[in-house]
């Protein structure tokens, strides 16, 4: 190789690596760890909770953090409520930021404030905070627990912001029972029960199960808590479960008020089933016409541009779950009982 051209190359690689170091030193905050805006692939999902409870009752919604590919250091929540419906009284730490510090404001005209931070990143997914409220309402009241603001490293996420609900309702608990075959079953609840953490949910059918695969994780008995990307399970959601053996789960709790809105996203969406009657699928996802073009449960498959003769999924039915196909994001409402 000739000197010039080496000498040209060299220089070139020197430019090339004075950049990047550069960069990277720019990159670097006062407290020594790595500064960035969040990608739209890593947009972690943050996540309130739903709860039904009677006049006068305590009630606790959970703020969870799952999807995280990138090291989180604080979080800046603002929330919304109906202060007519609801009163929150406190906020507590969650068991991911039990080291972080914490400050909360809450004003009686329904915002909530919550700054969480620490020097330690957050380790995997689960509980960034809960929020205890009082309920004031009467029973057939409800409010969306909303986002005002959610910002992650003092970097906004606009999106993956996903609200809680408090629905009053003097409804006694109720029992669910959904059998499962040995192998995998694609099911769905409609009762809120007194825990939304997976062991509590399939306590009923301890030792008989191995496997639970949800849209935002999954769970193997086998493996250490920490391993497992699926923590909660929730009505209105869709789970595959892999039993053992032929089982039946059996679930008690207050019944999910069968209009409950849920959110669906562009692409397939793990979609639990909340009326308590077997409805003809277009009935069922009326609110959603036009906006989907496939559904598919275990006892078979519904597309939108065929005959109807030619879909074996013929009704959508409670215990059930479902993967829906969507064109664009939609809410799904599903017909009053």
Do not use: C
């Amino acid at each position: 190789m000739q000197p010039r051209r080496i000498r040209a190359l060299s220089l070139t690689l020197l430019l090339f690596l004075a950049l990047g170091g550069w960069l990277g030193l720019s990159l670097w905050g006062e407290t020594g760890r790595s500064v960035y805006a969040f990608a739209p692939s890593q947009t972690p999902t943050l996540r309130l909770s739903q709860a039904v409870a009677v006049p006068g009752q305590e009630v606790t919604l959970t703020l969870t953090i799952s999807g995280v590919s990138d090291p989180v250091y604080s979080a800046d929540i603002t929330l919304h409520y109906n202060a007519a419906v609801v009163e929150a009284i406190s906020v507590a730490k969650g068991e991911l930021t039990t080291g972080w510090s914490l400050a909360s404001n809450l004003n009686t005209a329904g915002e909530i404030r919550i700054a969480l931070a620490g020097t330690q990143p957050l380790s995997g997914d689960g509980v960034l905070a809960e929020i205890r409220f009082t309920v004031t309402g009467d029973d057939g009241m409800a409010t969306d627990v909303t986002w005002a603001r959610g910002d992650l490293n003092e970097g906004a996420i606009p999106s993956a912001l996903q609200p809680g609900r408090i629905t009053i309702s003097s409804n006694p608990s109720v029992t669910q029972t959904i059998p499962l075959v040995g192998g995998w079953t694609l099911l769905s609840f409609n009762r809120i029960t007194a825990s939304a953490a997976v062991t509590e949910v399939m306590a009923s059918v301890e030792g008989s199960y191995d496997r639970i695969l949800g849209e935002d994780g999954s769970y193997v008995t086998t493996l250490p808590p920490g391993f497992n990307t699926l923590k909660e399970m929730s009505p209105g959601k869709a789970y595959w479960v892999h039993a053992t053996s032929p089982v039946t789960l059996t679930l008690t709790g207050s019944l999910m008020p069968v209009d409950t809105p849920i959110e669906l996203h562009t692409g397939w969406n793990w979609v639990g089933y909340l009326p308590q009657a077997s409805l003809p699928v277009t009935q069922a996802l009326a609110s959603i016409e036009g906006s989907y073009t496939r559904v598919i449960g275990d006892d078979g498959s519904f597309v939108t541009s065929l005959p109807p003769s030619f879909n074996t999924l013929k009704t959508m039915e409670p215990g059930k779950g479902y993967l829906i196909y969507m064109t664009e994001a939609s809410t799904l409402t599903y017909p009053g009982d």
